[in-house]
């Protein structure tokens, strides 16, 4: 039975579901959610790029921040945890650059959580090392180290709502062979979550409201014992996210790498995002236990760790200075330009005193409750 199908089945039998069940169903559900699905998710025969899927430049500059860190914290060895790798990219450019020196590899220790397996298997084709997968970062011991994230909070699966006379939750009906929103009064917890941020609303205005994020980031807080979290992410602060200039919400979809806002078509094939709200995670942070560290967008964090350096220096398998200075601009202008301001970084730590962080040289405000 094909998703929408199932989705229209649920509806009538048990009425109309939340916006966020329904994108939760729309991505993961068993083999037939976007994500839990087979097929090609990411690069050409896909439907976008990530950042490390682009140069492998990006996942050594990662790397570089994970090796500082690793000589801040002083421990022996050094655990890296990845939230959804998609097709490994990143950590294969990771364990790339840790490999050049064998005395921090013996040492060092991959975790990828994914909770898709067809994108499990196909990370474990082509990836090696101490690599290690689970379903849940409980099932890992106290973690020493680094958790990253690239393009993960962007997929979870968010509450839609509206201010009118009150907060408003959209929910999803299908009436006359098409799916519907209607609205009903949001729940305390979503209000909640304004209030706490300070956030009103004006009227009319629709917006998204990530409470995922805040689960996710208190049980990165309760397993690691000590280290930091690095989140790369399309987002914005609470003053932008809340801008009149965005009062239809940041909903996008990614289908053959096109940009659409219709989440009721394609549904399981194509990609749905939220964009990120950092303030949020932050202060959910904070809450949970987890201290701010810096904010920055993503063209100053690889700018910071020597990116055009590296990007110069490393191995040109026989290009020529032509097709060197081609792929150079291409790239700069892509990790710098394209995506380098839409993305931001987020690092967060927890039982580290040591604050500066290279690739946090150049700071942006983050705006918090």
Partial sequence: MQLTNIIIQKIKLNGPISFHDFMEMALYYPELGYYTSKGE????????????????????????????????????????????????????????????????????????????????????I????????????????????????????DNFAVHLVEMHEELMEIFIDYQTNKFIEILKP???????????????????????????AIGWLQDIAQSLNKGYIITIDYGFTSDELYSDRRRQGTLLC?????????????????????????????YWGQKAGLDYCGFTNQANFLLALGFKDYFRNINTNGKNIMQMAL?????????????????????????????????????????SA
């Avoid at 450019?93 to 898709?116: A, G, M, R, V």
């Avoid at 680094?146 to 393009?151: A, M, Q, T």
């Avoid at 289908?255 to 194509?270: F, L, M, R, S």
């Fill in 254 to 282: 990614y289908n053959k790498h096109q940009i659409n806002d219709d989440v009721y078509n394609d549904i399981g094939k194509q990609d749905i995002t939220a964009h990120v709200n950092f303030s949020a995670l932050s």
């Fill in 126 to 153: 082509h990836l090696n090392g101490n690599i290690r997968w689970v379903d849940k970062i409980q099932d890992l011991d106290e973690i020493e180290g680094c958790v990253i994230s690239n393009e993960l909070v």
């Fill in 41 to 124: 998710k990411i690069g050409t025969e896909g439907d976008f790029y990530t950042s490390s899927d682009l140069s492998p430049v990006f996942g050594a500059m990662v790397a570089k921040q994970l090796e500082e860190i690793w000589q801040i914290m002083g421990t022996k060895t050094f655990t890296v945890v990845e939230y959804g790798a998609g097709n490994g990219s990143l950590c294969e450019n990771i364990l790339n650059y840790f490999k050049k020196d064998i005395k921090l590899f013996e040492n060092f220790y991959y975790c990828i959580i994914e909770k898709s397996q067809s994108l499990r298997d196909k990370q474990k």
């Fill in 186 to 212: 949001a729940s305390d917890k979503l209000k909640n979550y304004l209030d706490e941020l300070k956030v009103t609303l004006p009227n009319g205005f629709r917006t998204e409201i990530n409470l995922e």
């Fill in 327 to 367: 792929e150079e601009t291409r790239i700069t202008r892509t990790l710098l330009l394209d995506l380098g301001l839409k993305i931001k970084v987020l690092v967060q730590k927890k039982g580290v005193r040591e604050n500066s962080l290279t690739g946090l040289k150049h700071p942006e405000k983050l705006i």
